[in-house]
T-cell receptor, first 114, second 114 residues
């Protein structure tokens, strides 16, 4: 069981370029999340989804977009990369019912914008 | 909005020392509480969680945490740390019975010296 899979693991972008961070899960989880992790700041929620076709903004959505066309996939799009978006990005998923259910995390994507 | 405070940014201990990491949250209603661990270069993994019942919860690798509602606290403890416990530890809260958003603290980095 692969769990949550993120690709790529590492990427360097130039300012103004765009890219999509991929996230897929094979646990049939309804809820999926994107976080960014910056040193000393913990994890900040970018976007989340409670099911296919439904997405909503988290705490730090500016500069990002998401889509959720299937239960399995939740890609994160950066349209115009900026140095402030240099970070480690984690995708997570959890079972829909019950707020006591833990989130399962992918291995992360380390993104540098130069 | 709810917030999570972790009191220590970096804790350095010798092997066999006891550990207590503080976590306080700001939300007066029903909460579900989690501790996650992130080993160097890896993704977040669930250590333990509390959602109801016995306020003393036991997790993996000998960790435990105590929920004290009156103090809005959920401190993590381990009687005797090992070098392999070197990692970053995150406290997280889901506030509200129907919520699906996880709010993280900024993390505490633990370094265990052999």
């Amino acid at each position: 069981n692969a769990g949550v899979t993120q690709t790529p693991k590492f990427r360097i972008l130039k300012i103004g370029q765009s890219m999509t961070l991929q996230c897929t899960q094979d646990m049939n989880h309804n809820y999926m999340y994107w976080y960014r992790q910056d040193p000393g700041m913990g994890l900040k929620l970018i976007y989340y989804s409670v099911g296919a076709g439904i997405t909503d903004k988290g705490e730090v959505p500016n500069g990002y977009n998401v889509s959720r066309s299937t239960t399995e996939d939740f890609p994160l799009r950066l349209e115009l990369a900026a140095p402030s978006q240099t970070s480690v990005y984690f995708c997570a998923s959890r079972v829909g019912r019950g707020s006591n259910q833990p989130q399962h995390f992918g291995d992360g994507t380390r993104l540098s914008i130069l | 909005a709810q917030s999570v405070s972790q009191h220590n940014h970096h804790v350095i201990l010798s092997e066999a020392a006891s550990l207590e990491l503080g976590c306080n949250y700001s939300y007066g209603g029903t909460v579900n509480l989690f501790w996650y661990v992130q080993y160097p270069g890896q993704h977040l993994q669930l250590l333990l969680k509390y959602f109801s019942g016995d306020p003393l919860v036991k997790g993996i690798k000998g960790f435990e945490a105590e929920f004290i509602k009156s103090k809005f606290s959920f401190n993590l403890r381990k009687p005797s740390v090992q070098w392999s416990d070197t990692a970053e530890y995150f406290c997280a809260v889901v506030a509200g019975a129907g919520s699906y958003q996880l709010t993280f603290g900024k993390g505490t980095k633990l370094s265990v010296i052999p």
